[in-house]
């Protein structure tokens, strides 16, 4: 496939990867989008920057998960390590094309294949990237607003005296409401809440680990 028979908004490229490190990105992809989560939930449930998981599920990107988010990953998804990690791959790197397909609305589209052993490129997975606030499915079972609400009452007592991950949050919200929530949902009420406090903030910042932390002095 040739850079000039495609369209304008479509480009190619042929790189080879490390075998491990992609499949464990894309096992990972999977388990995301089996428990509803965009990318930019994984990333808040990661301790890391809005955009961490969508760069690492890019295939043209260079960043890929550390083996230290391996036992963190474990944690999130409450899964055996076999799901993260293929116990055996037939080959340590892959040759890949991948196609990548600008939209209208400024998301991408991936086309990826592998090559064979006899030479000859099969498709591994095509996907298009999230918009900013798409969501998926299931439903939250509570409203940004009331994630809001639940965050500003227990600011009030000493929760966040101690730095809590997105994690904890996440799994305190959920106890709270019962059932499933959208972490981005934590992450806006507490932008919310910074933007309209005239006293009480909640701080943001690392953990020893680098993961970010949400704290009030």
Do not use: W
């Not at 990333?43 to 809005?50: D, E, I, T, V, W």
């Not at 040759?95 to 086309?111: G, H, R, W």
Request: charged share 25%; aromatic share 12%.
């Amino acid at each position: 496939m040739k850079k000039g028979n495609l369209p304008e908004n479509q480009t190619s490229h042929s790189f080879t990867v490390t075998s491990i490190d992609f499949k464990k990105s894309y096992n990972v992809m999977d388990l995301r989008l089996s428990h509803g989560f965009s990318d930019r939930d994984l990333s808040f449930l990661l301790g890391y920057q809005p955009l961490f998981v969508r760069d690492i599920e890019n295939p043209l990107h260079s960043k890929r998960y550390k083996p230290k988010d391996t036992n963190y990953l474990l944690h999130i998804f409450n899964c055996q390590l076999s799901a993260i990690l293929d116990k055996s791959l037939p080959t340590l790197t892959y040759k890949l094309k991948v196609v990548t397909t600008t939209n209208s609305n400024a998301t991408k589209n991936y086309q990826i294949y592998i090559e064979d052993p006899d030479k000859k490129y099969r498709l591994f997975r095509s996907f298009t990237e999230l918009a900013k606030d798409q969501l998926l499915s299931p439903k939250s079972i509570a409203t940004p607003g009331e994630v809001k609400e639940y965050l500003e009452d227990i600011l009030k007592g000493s929760y966040f005296k101690t730095p809590r991950t997105g994690l904890e949050l996440f799994i305190k919200c959920t106890e709270y409401f019962n059932g499933h929530i959208k972490p981005v949902f934590i992450q806006s009420a507490i932008d919310g809440i910074n933007k309209e406090a005239k006293t009480s903030r909640i701080v943001v910042g690392k953990n020893e680990m680098r993961r970010l932390v949400y704290s009030i002095r």
